[in-house]
């Protein structure tokens, strides 16, 4: 089991930073696929980011690459998302989730299929 708790998230101008932080309990941290993913008001729940079990290995979604920064600390069990330029249509409540079944990324990892393990997720709204 794994137990995970978003921080982090609140109101920011465009153009504006934010960090998110993922605090993981039960299950080693440093054994498993982590991601984040985000749904805006009224839209499906979409992929953005990825990370192997090491952090050595990162997806992104083309819609936030070289906006957005994945990382964790397995020494302090979180999971981070630094989150820059942010823009309007980033406005989203966003969840950081596990793939307790692996440790590397595939392709399956774009996919909220791919997590068992899902926070309650932190609101991000960016204003204009």
């Known amino acids: 089991q794994v137990q995970l708790v978003e921080s982090g998230g609140g109101l920011v101008q465009a153009g504006g930073s934010l960090r998110l932080s993922c605090a993981s309990s039960?299950?080693?941290?440093?054994?498993?696929?982590m991601g984040w993913f985000r749904q805006g008001l009224g839209k499906e729940r979409e992929f953005v980011a990825a990370i192997s079990y090491g952090g050595r290995s990162t997806y992104y979604a083309g819609s936030v690459k070289d906006r957005f920064t994945i990382s964790r600390d397995n020494a302090k069990n979180t999971l981070f998302l630094q989150m820059n330029s942010l823009k309007p249509e980033d406005t989203a409540v966003y969840s950081c989730?596990?793939?307790?079944?692996?440790?590397?990324?595939?392709?399956?990892?774009?996919?909220?299929?791919?997590?068992?393990?899902w926070g309650q997720g932190t609101q991000v709204t960016v204003s204009s």
């Open positions: 039960g299950r080693t941290f440093g054994t498993y696929a």
């Open positions: 989730a596990a793939d307790a079944t692996k440790r590397h990324l595939d392709s399956n990892n774009y996919y909220d299929t791919s997590y068992e393990y």
